[in-house]
């Protein structure tokens, strides 16, 4: 039995389809009405190019339906670690893909008026264990130093008022993250 989503059972229905075989031609045809077809016909669209978009099931109603709801920043690699593999440029250019991401999904939902509750609620990354806490250290270090003034270090006896418990032993803040209703934004 397949189980629909969250967000899949709380969104509105997709009202400007049609059903059937695409009758006559079209000059471009994206396949798949997840969030990366959307995305390219969005785009084709706004360049003026007439696209039609065949989707076999429902409009985001796979793996775009289907998410934790999280448009985030920053890397799940520990930052700190990436630079001195990588290099501080490329880690700086890879945080930064991640930043205008999300700047670009703010953009679509403002600039379409699309109603799906994107509210920039940040994400944190949570110590677990004490030594935990001295690695998030640096990785906070390393990105006020080289990419992300913003970002917050939570030391353990603040971490209640961020997350209402003290099972943990700090945390980092990056507030530029989002979460969004990943059916409204779809459809
Ligand atoms: C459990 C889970 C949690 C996740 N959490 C997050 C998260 O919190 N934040 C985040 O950013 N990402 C998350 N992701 C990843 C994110 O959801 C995917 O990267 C994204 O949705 C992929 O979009 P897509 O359009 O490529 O694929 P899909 O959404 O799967 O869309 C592909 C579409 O193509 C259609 N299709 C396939 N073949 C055909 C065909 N032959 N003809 C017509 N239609 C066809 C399918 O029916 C489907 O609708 C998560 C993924 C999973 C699985």
Known sequence: MKLDSYWLDTAPPFLDGQQGPLEG??????????FTGLSAALELGRRGIPVTVLEAGRIAGEASGRNGGQCNTGLAHDYAALAERIGADKARDFYRAYENAVATVAS??????????FFRGGKIKLAAKPQHF?????????????????????????????????????????RNGAQMHMGKFGV
């Open 25 to 34: 031609g079209a000059e471009v045809v994206v396949i798949g009405g997840g």
């Open 108 to 117: 679509i939902v403002s600039e379409e008026k699309i109603d799906c509750d």
């Open 134 to 174: 001295d690695k998030l250290a640096r990785t906070y270090d390393s990105l006020v130093r080289n990419v992300d003034p913003e970002v917050e270090l939570i030391p353990p006896e603040r971490i209640r008022e961020e997350v209402g418990s003290d099972g943990f032993y700090g945390g980092l803040v990056q």
